[in-house]
């Protein structure tokens, strides 16, 4: 029987912990700008209530974050631990994100995914993204901690 799975907003006297675990499990970041705790920190800096936590029995299995500026939404971190995959939480938490994104007005949607991941690419395809021709572009504001 599958357990009954609850997206909420995130809160960070009750969730952090096991999402920076999560985070760590997931995409094991190394480089010092996607530190989850500086991520977080950050998000929640901005404050616009577009993070969220899928929980079953109170133990957080998987994240998204959303973003809008007003002309564009983006999506990310979406995450879902790996006893959790292939049951469609992936999928919840995007249309969960995409719902309040259109609620604040987003009339658009767009995401990164890093070269070469394939199975990526396909769920963002099967949940009905497509890809534009682009060219991502970034630069680090400050340098990389050692």
């Given at each position: 029987?599958?357990?009954?799975?609850?997206?909420?907003?995130?809160d960070?006297?009750?969730?952090?912990?096991?999402?920076?675990?999560?985070?760590?499990?997931?995409?094991?970041?190394?480089?010092?700008?996607?530190?989850?705790?500086?991520?977080?920190?950050?998000?929640?800096?901005?404050?616009?209530?577009?993070?969220?936590?899928?929980?079953?029995?109170?133990?957080?299995?998987?994240?998204?974050?959303?973003?809008?500026?007003?002309?564009?939404?983006?999506?990310?971190?979406?995450?879902?631990?790996?006893?959790?995959?292939?049951?469609?939480?992936?999928?919840?938490?995007?249309?969960?994100?995409?719902?309040?994104?259109?609620?604040?007005?987003?009339?658009?949607?767009?995401?990164?995914?890093?070269e070469?991941?394939?199975?990526?690419?396909?769920?963002?395809?099967?949940?009905?993204?497509?890809?534009?021709?682009?060219?991502?572009?970034?630069?680090?504001?400050?340098?990389?901690?050692?």
């Amino acid at each position: 029987m599958r357990r009954q799975i609850e997206i909420v907003e995130y809160d960070n006297a009750v969730h952090r912990n096991e999402v920076k675990d999560l985070w760590q499990a997931v995409f094991g970041y190394e480089a010092a700008h996607n530190a989850p705790e500086l991520v977080i920190d950050k998000k929640l800096q901005y404050g616009d209530g577009l993070f969220f936590v899928a929980c079953t029995d109170n133990q957080v299995v998987g994240t998204v974050m959303a973003g809008y500026d007003g002309h564009r939404g983006w999506i990310y971190s979406i995450a879902v631990h790996p006893a959790q995959r292939k049951q469609g939480l992936g999928s919840s938490l995007l249309t969960h994100a995409e719902n309040r994104l259109l609620k604040v007005g987003c009339l658009k949607v767009n995401l990164q995914i890093m070269e070469g991941n394939e199975a990526v690419q396909q769920f963002y395809v099967a949940n009905g993204f497509s890809e534009e021709k682009r060219v991502s572009m970034g630069k680090r504001l400050y340098p990389e901690s050692e």
